[in-house]
C-alpha cells in the first residue's frame, strides 16, 4: 500500500496481473496491470473487466534505463453538448533515478 497525494494505493492480487485498486476523494478505481510493465490493461467496470483506454495506461512502461523514451496516446469523449472529441499525445522520457532496493527480493529495481 502506498500514497501519492490524496491517492491511496493498494495492490489486493498478484495472479496473472496486478490488481491495483485507487482510492481518491473522488472515488475508486480498479485496474489490472501487466506484470513486468506495469501498464494498466483494463479497469473493472460494474460487472466485467473492461480494456483501458484512458491517460496514463503506460505511466511506468518498465524496465526504466535513463534516457528511456516512449509515446502513447488517449482519447476523451464527447461529455457534454458541444464539447468535442479530444486526442491527447503522451510523451514520456525517463530523466534520472536514485538506486533503488526491494526489502523483499534484495534486487536492483532502478539504475
Same mark, same amino acid.
Given at each position: 500500500?502506498?500514497?501519492?497525494?490524496?491517492?491511496?494505493?493498494?495492490?489486493?492480487?498478484?495472479?496473472?496481473?496486478?490488481?491495483?485498486?485507487?482510492?481518491?476523494?473522488?472515488?475508486?478505481?480498479?485496474?489490472?496491470?501487466?506484470? $513486468?510493465? *506495469?501498464?494498466?490493461?483494463?479497469?473493472? %467496470?460494474?460487472?466485467?473487466?473492461?480494456?483501458?483506454?484512458?491517460?496514463? +495506461?503506460? @505511466?511506468?512502461?518498465?524496465?526504466?534505463?535513463?534516457?528511456?523514451?516512449?509515446?502513447?496516446?488517449?482519447?476523451?469523449?464527447?461529455?457534454?453538448?458541444?464539447?468535442?472529441?479530444? $486526442?491527447? *499525445?503522451?510523451?514520456?522520457?525517463?530523466? %534520472?533515478?536514485?538506486?533503488?532496493?526491494?526489502?523483499?527480493?534484495?534486487? +536492483?529495481? @532502478?539504475?
Amino acid at each position: 500500500m502506498g500514497f501519492i497525494d490524496d491517492t491511496m494505493i493498494t495492490v489486493v492480487n498478484a495472479d496473472q496481473g496486478y490488481t491495483v485498486k485507487y482510492l481518491t476523494s473522488r472515488g475508486e478505481v480498479t485496474f489490472i496491470c501487466d506484470k $513486468t510493465s *506495469l501498464n494498466r490493461l483494463y479497469y473493472m %467496470g460494474r460487472d466485467k473487466q473492461v480494456k483501458y483506454e484512458g491517460r496514463n +495506461k503506460r @505511466l511506468f512502461n518498465f524496465p526504466l534505463n535513463i534516457g528511456k523514451t516512449w509515446k502513447d496516446q488517449y482519447i476523451t469523449k464527447p461529455t457534454a453538448l458541444g464539447s468535442q472529441e479530444m $486526442t491527447y *499525445l503522451e510523451t514520456f522520457t525517463v530523466l %534520472g533515478g536514485k538506486r533503488s532496493w526491494s526489502r523483499q527480493e534484495n534486487s +536492483k529495481l @532502478l539504475n
